[in-house]
């Protein structure tokens, strides 16, 4: 099941499904001239999530450097396409989504490398690289 025409609004290339669209929230924007969503924001990590299970905590204050984000009028498509939503912002708007059957993938609004340090990981970052390791290890079991 899939989107028709499905586009980002960023490739103007007049679709009438733009799945991506320009933020149309209040994420902050700390930085003068920066996107539009720039600094932090607190979000709502939904219990049940791959998401949840990695960062375990519902609620969690998140950077972010963006313009673009999911169109929410897509929602239910996505969702019936097996897309769970994983995380929303203060006003409800999806700020990451999983796809449950795959065995890593989760894409997140936020970015948690501006969060990360050397000493202090963000949790993704370093449940991404255990898969990773987790795939190779497969991987080289099977050759």
Do not use: W
């Amino acid at each position: 099941m899939g989107i028709e025409d499905a586009d980002t609004e960023e490739s103007q290339s007049g679709s009438s499904n733009y799945v991506v669209t320009p933020l149309s929230c209040a994420l902050p924007n700390r930085h003068a001239g920066g996107p539009m969503g720039s600094g932090d924001e607190q979000v709502r990590i939904l219990p049940g999530t791959r998401l949840h299970s990695i960062c375990g905590e519902r609620d969690a204050s998140e950077q972010y450097y963006c313009n673009y984000g999911a169109n929410e009028k897509f929602e239910a498509s996505f969702q019936a396409a097996g897309l769970r939503i994983s995380a929303r912002g203060a006003r409800g708007e999806t700020r990451a989504v999983e796809l449950p059957e795959h065995r890593f993938f989760l894409a997140t609004l936020f970015q948690p490398q501006l969060s990360s340090r050397p000493e202090a990981p963000h949790p993704l970052i370093l449940a991404f690289l255990r898969a990773a390791a987790r795939f190779r290890r497969s991987r080289s079991k099977r050759g």
